[in-house]
């Protein structure tokens, strides 16, 4: 199965410190934490730990991640949560597997991604997410400016 301190490393390397980019839709972030997804929390003095703990209930718990099996595709729907939303990384990994997609993953899909072939679903589910950069970008024009580090995160 899949573990969670190994993915969190990956994600903490990608979100970083403390950033309150007004052109960023997350609004005031730290470790990736948003100020707009977590009203209730003071983001400017997160620490690494208590992201950890937000990152292991409201987005590794929400996709199963300890249900996976496979290391890589739990980290990649996870990463992906956390970039663009659990529901939208939910959905995107049902629709890869050719189940209902209702954004929220349950028994059958878990059985769905523990019983599919990796190398298939990992690369579909990058084109995915890079189409989705894509689609961001074209109904936002200020979100370019991301693109680039989007496709790489996706890429990683």
């Known amino acids: 199965m899949a573990?969670?301190?190994?993915?969190i490393e990956k994600v903490l390397r990608h979100e970083g410190g403390y950033v309150n980019d007004p052109s960023d839709?997350?609004?005031?972030?730290?470790?990736?934490?948003?100020k707009r997804a977590h009203r209730n929390?003071?983001?400017?003095n997160l620490t690494r730990e208590g992201a950890m703990e937000i990152y292991k209930e409201?987005?590794?718990?929400?996709?199963?991640?300890?249900?996976?099996?496979?290391?890589?595709?739990?980290?990649?729907?996870?990463?992906?949560g956390v970039n663009a939303g659990i529901r939208t990384?939910?959905?995107?990994?049902?629709?890869?597997?050719?189940?209902?997609?209702?954004?929220?993953?349950?028994?059958?899909?878990?059985?769905?991604?523990?019983?599919f072939n990796k190398d298939l679903f990992m690369s579909t589910f990058v084109l995915a997410k890079i189409a989705r950069?894509?689609?961001?970008?074209?109904r936002s024009p200020?979100?370019?400016k991301y693109f680039f580090g989007w496709v790489r995160r996706a890429l990683s």
């Open 3 to 7: 573990d969670f301190y190994i993915a």
């Open 25 to 34: 839709s997350g609004g005031e972030t730290n470790w990736g934490i948003s």
């Open 41 to 44: 929390v003071d983001i400017r």
């Open 58 to 80: 409201y987005y590794w718990d929400r996709v199963k991640g300890d249900l996976i099996e496979s290391q890589e595709i739990a980290e990649s729907i996870f990463d992906f």
């Open 89 to 115: 990384s939910s959905k995107m990994a049902q629709l890869v597997l050719d189940v209902q997609a209702d954004g929220s993953i349950g028994p059958k899909t878990v059985e769905a991604l523990n019983e």
């Open 133 to 138: 950069y894509t689609y961001l970008c074209e």
């Open 142 to 144: 200020k979100n370019r």
